[in-house]
């Protein structure tokens, strides 16, 4: 999360940050809290963690 807050263009670091909310990923669940409670951080990542 840190990486993707110095430099938020980044693609790669997305596809990254992406892969690990998915339900199959390990805690899950627990990334997907930690980044509903940092919307404003993470605004690009609203779909994925509420769909």
Known sequence: MKEYK???TS???L????ALLRRESAFAAFKRCYVREHLNEFPE???DVFN
Request: glycine share 0%.
């Open 6 to 8: 110095a430099k938020p």
């Open 15 to 18: 596809r990254t940050l992406k």
């Open 45 to 47: 990542l609203r779909e």
């Open 11 to 13: 693609k790669l670091l």
